[in-house]
């Protein structure tokens, strides 16, 4: 039986990741949950899962989930502290990390310097962080097993496959909400229409950033650290039907793609029972349903975060976590209606030419940069 955290339990890849406990339940123990601020949620997963222990984010919610369970024999604690200190918990097996956003970081580094094993949903971590996760999990002989449907696609299509013969990888996107649409109506977005995901089922942030295409961005230079590949061999295509989650091209020209319905739980399936694929009933690929996939090149001038974010991973340094922080705390802004869609990337471009970036940074240096990223953005309102 494999003993299980799951940070962000009450989110989209929290929940999908419950789901594919409750289809074995035999595998798995939940020792541990943490969650945002959605306590009445928390409580119910706590109430049929019985960890040893749980962790809400927001202080202000901890007294509602403390009287929702005085019942039960719980170790109950609140606050961001609070979350790193369950992440490094050593007596698991596996951490999932589906917190969103630059929030994740930190629990990220601080299970692998415990030595625990992580399947990671929160792409930040490696965006902000890259060399440091990396040269960590060398450093405490950690696994790192990722879940966003894109990685976990080419860690797929690379089993068996030498470093030497790859010739590069390349991550498919939908395209989002506005593929179709002309650029001249993107100043009018509303974050109603953002939040219409035509293929994926997702928590509003990336859902935002799928609209603009930043996850894509972000995506490749996670792709970069998880696969050791230099930029210009990670390549972007759009592919509306989202059924080829990614592919690898090989040097004898030969391209393996894994396929699978826009899905969450496959790939979160594959993590947690890594190495091992188990037999589970979800809904099964009709491609006669399907009828045909189509690609295509993804639009610059629509979607500039894609070239953001490549520019961003060439400078190196502190230039991704910035894209980073920028991004996420624009996208909100955006949410609450305070800019407009097309602000997102233009904060984003502004902000890597005027914040000082800092070549080989430390965790201070780049945990830092989440205030100063909100405080740019709040500059940029103001």
Known sequence: MKRLTILGSTGSIGRNALRVIDAKPE???????????????????????NPKSVAIADSSQYSFVKDELQSLDIEILSGRESIIHISKKPDVDLVLNAIVG?????????????????????????????????????????????????H?????????????????IILTGSGGPFRTKPVEEFQYIKPEDALKHPTWNMGKKITVDSATMMNKGLEIIEARWLFNLPPEKIDVI?????????????????????LGLPDMKLPI???????????????????????????????????????????????????????????????????????????????VEKALSEIQIVDNPLLSDILELEKTGHEFVQSQIN
Not at 117 to 132: F, H, R, T
Not at 136 to 146: A, D, G, M, Q, S
Not at 241 to 252: P, T
């Open 269 to 347: 399936q594959y993590a947690l029972n890594y190495p091992e694929r188990i037999n589970v009933a979800w809904e099964n690929i009709d491609f006669s349903k399907i009828g045909e996939l189509n690609f295509e090149v993804p639009n610059f001038q629509k979607f500039p975060s894609i070239k953001l974010a490549y520019e961003a991973l060439k400078r190196g340094g502190t230039a991704p976590a910035i894209l980073n922080v920028v991004n996420e705390s624009a996208v909100y802004a955006f949410l609450d209606n305070k800019i407009k869609f097309t602000d997102i990337s233009t904060f």
């Open 152 to 168: 976990s696609a080419i860690w797929q299509c690379l089993v068996g496959e030498k470093p030497e013969s790859i010739k590069r």
């Open 102 to 150: 630059a929030p994740g970081l930190e629990p990220t580094y601080r299970c692998i310097e415990a030595g625990i094993d992580v399947a990671l949903s929160n792409k930040e971590s490696l965006v902000m962080a890259g060399e440091l996760i990396m040269n960590l999990l060398e450093e405490h002989n950690v696994n790192l097993y990722p879940i966003d449907s894109e």
């Open 238 to 258: 759009i592919h509306p039907q989202s059924i080829i989650h990614s592919m690898v091209e090989l040097i004898d020209g030969s391209v393996k793609a894994q």
């Open 27 to 49: 595998r798995f123990e939940v020792c541990y949950l943490t969650a945002g601020k959605n306590w009445q949620l928390l409580a119910e997963q706590v109430k049929k899962y």
